[in-house]
């Protein structure tokens, strides 16, 4: 049995470009789209995949990150989905690839105007925590009414003395929508303001969101304590890499560790140049 | 010296491989067939088909098979496979009276016409392990059995003609809620977003598919005193009814085929109001294959969801929050979600990390002072 180019039947492909376009023209706003039940399980990225399944052409050169590296298990298996059932050229380099599939992470190679990047989003709205109700949320939203999750990080502030969020950090975006950038380490919110085209897909949830090239996003803050997107203050072991988000490895029984960029291919890439410190 | 973690890929095909070995199990014992399944195991099929939502009984089969007996692995194959088939029209609703019955039973009444249909049922079973089955083959298929079992069939159900609707003789009295003609075609859960508020046809498609579990305990807990609503089971039906859908090119109506489903109509107690007199109100269930634990279950959910309907208090119980219930009743959504916290989180968990470690640096230089929070 074969199937249409890149799994779904254009129908569908048709439903969920309708679904972009109009996340497009709302930046930020989260759209309703009838996802599909994929051949991998909700919560692994069926947003992304049905995302990049209608975003995909024959020509595209296609890459997916799990973490920031292109070799962890579901990357490896969203990505020979797509070699199986698109036939497209896959990557590994960020430079060369036109569309890329994310799981929580912004790739350090800064993203150019012809690139889409399509993220795998597990809960679509920010204020998801603060209300359960998707009815009120919708509300909400609708209502640009914001005080609930401002009152959330101000009472962060008051009990830790910092916004105690350090992933999926909430985003005002072109200061009208409240947005949750998918569980993105805050030391990637400053590359959502991007020449790319960002599309997010939750598959389970049932909404598609996007940013479009150049559109303004702000992570929420204070004036007297300003977003800060910290990371571990080391340089990376492999690379001297001292820009990039690093994952902290443990490498013996005593516990000793390591920090290493979290992004595989900018690693790799900077120890081929001879960057490596 | 660190090693990346790399080999993602070699890792995958070995797991598969050794999935597929163990699926099979030991080879010196004879390979399941589909039609053995398809057989042996039907209550297992009902509910892939149910809860796949795809009336299938050899491809359910297979998923179970496929999927080693775990029942919602096979739903969730059945469900991917379902989701690549075109649709090439709809259905005239199932005439649920004219159902031809295997089994039709009444708590409300002692006989009716058409009569009580015990049919094939666990019901009055003692649950002893019948060791006799352990046999290798034969046991209970001898010639006798099969012929009684045949002969209980011609007697009963399979023969009989249309039995009305138990809710009838009520509702000729004028004493159950009657239910609002609505010819609108029902939104569909698997072409559109679920959306709120949800209407009757979308929480009886939500309930129709959701877990088996899942639906079991909600009703379970309005039997417990959340939501109560005083259920009797009026009628349980379950046999096989005709579906036939309009052909435009003939103008005309053809049968396509039969297929099995339990239905099940609770008539609940109903305290009336002050504009209304007292009256009975139902709740719904319908459901693929015999599958009556599940069609009586989303009977009684269907009524607890009535709440605002029928003008009842919301007492806050979660089987009469349609929110609650309908985001949370699909076992293959809740599956997914569970289990992707297996895959790997370093990054988020980094930036947690990193944070926990800061605030508590930043707790020790305040509560003992900066020499010990240095460490």
């Not at chain 1, 929580?104 to 990047?117: S, V």
Request: glycine share 8%; net charge negative.
């Amino acid at each position: 049995m074969s199937y249409n180019f890149a799994y779904l039947d254009e129908q569908t492909k048709r439903m969920i470009r309708r679904a972009i376009l109009k996340g497009v023209a709302i930046p930020g706003y989260q759209v309703p789209f009838a996802s599909r039940e994929m051949p991998m399980p909700y919560g692994w990225g069926t947003g992304g995949v049905q995302v990049s399944a209608a975003c995909l052409t024959p020509d595209d050169v296609f890459k997916v990150i799990d973490q920031g590296a292109d070799d962890t298990t579901n990357a490896v298996s969203i990505r020979r989905f797509f070699e199986k059932t698109a036939g497209v050229a896959v990557t590994e380099k960020t430079a060369e690839a036109t569309v890329i599939q994310t799981r929580h992470r912004i790739p350090e190679t800064p993203l150019c105007a012809d690139q889409i990047l399509v993220y795998q989003v597990p809960i679509p709205e920010p204020l998801r925590f603060l209300e359960p109700r998707e009815t009120e949320t919708r509300k909400m939203h609708g209502l640009e009414e914001y005080g609930l999750m401002h009152v959330k990080l101000y009472e962060d502030i008051a009990r830790h003395g910092e916004i105690a969020t350090a992933y999926a950090y909430p985003v005002k975006v072109e200061d009208r929508y409240v947005m949750d950038p998918s569980p993105i380490p805050k030391f990637d919110n400053p590359k959502l303001e991007s020449p790319a085209l960002q599309l997010f897909g939750a598959g389970r949830e049932q909404r598609i969101y996007a940013l479009p090239p150049f559109t303004k996003v702000a992570s929420l803050d204070f004036e007297d304590y300003p977003f800060d997107p910290s990371k571990a203050a080391h340089p990376c072991a492999l690379c001297g890499a001292e820009d990039s988000y690093l994952d902290e490895v443990i490498v013996d029984d005593a516990g000793g560790r390591m920090f290493v960029c979290s992004d595989t291919d900018y690693c790799a890439s900077r120890r081929d140049t001879g960057e490596a410190a | 010296m660190y090693v990346a973690v790399k080999g993602g890929e070699r890792a995958i095909d070995a797991a598969h491989e050794w999935l597929a070995d163990e699926r099979r199990g030991a080879t010196d014992v004879a390979e399941l067939s589909i039609p053995q399944i398809r057989e042996q195991l039907r209550l297992a099929v009902n509910r892939v088909m149910a809860e796949g939502s795809l009336y299938d009984p050899d491809l359910a089969a297979l998923a179970i098979k496929q999927a080693r007996g775990d029942m919602i692995e096979a739903i969730f194959l059945i469900r991917a496979y379902r989701t690549t088939l075109p649709r090439f029209g709809v259905s005239a609703p199932i005439d649920t009276g004219a159902m031809r019955c295997d089994r039709r039973i009444s708590a409300t009444f002692k006989d009716l016409p058409g009569g009580q249909i015990l049919g094939p049922t666990f019901d009055y079973t003692h649950r002893l392990l019948d060791f006799a089955l352990m046999a290798e083959e034969g046991a209970g298929a001898t010639p006798a059995v099969a012929e009684a079992a045949g002969a209980a069939r011609a007697a009963g159900g399979a023969e009989a003609t249309a039995l009305p609707h138990v809710a009838e003789y009520l509702d000729r009295e004028g004493l159950l809620q009657p239910e609002p003609e609505d010819n609108t075609p029902p939104r569909d859960l698997t072409r559109e977003p679920l959306d709120f508020p949800a209407d009757r046809p979308l929480k009886l498609q939500a309930l129709a598919r959701g877990d088996e579990g899942f639906v079991l305990s909600m009703a379970y807990s309005t039997q417990r005193g959340y939501a109560r609503n005083h259920p009797f089971v009026g009628e349980l039906r379950i046999g096989r009814v005709a579906v036939s859908m309009d052909i435009p090119e003939l103008g005309f109506a053809i049968d396509l085929g039969e297929i099995t489903v339990s239905e099940c109509e609770t008539v609940n107690q109903f305290t009336g109001s002050k504009t209304e007199p007292p009256k009975f109100t139902r709740g719904y269930g319908l459901v693929f294959g015999q599958s009556e634990r599940k069609a009586i279950s989303m009977a009684l959910v269907d009524r607890a969801l009535r709440w605002e309907e029928l003008g009842e208090d919301d007492v806050g119980a979660p089987a009469q929050d349609a929110e609650f219930v309908l985001s949370h009743s699909d076992n293959v959504q809740a599956t997914g979600f569970l289990e992707h916290i297996k895959l790997p989180h370093y990054v988020d968990f980094q930036s947690e990390l990193e944070l926990i470690r800061r605030l508590r640096a930043e707790a020790m230089m305040a509560s003992t002072g900066p020499q010990e929070a240095a460490e």
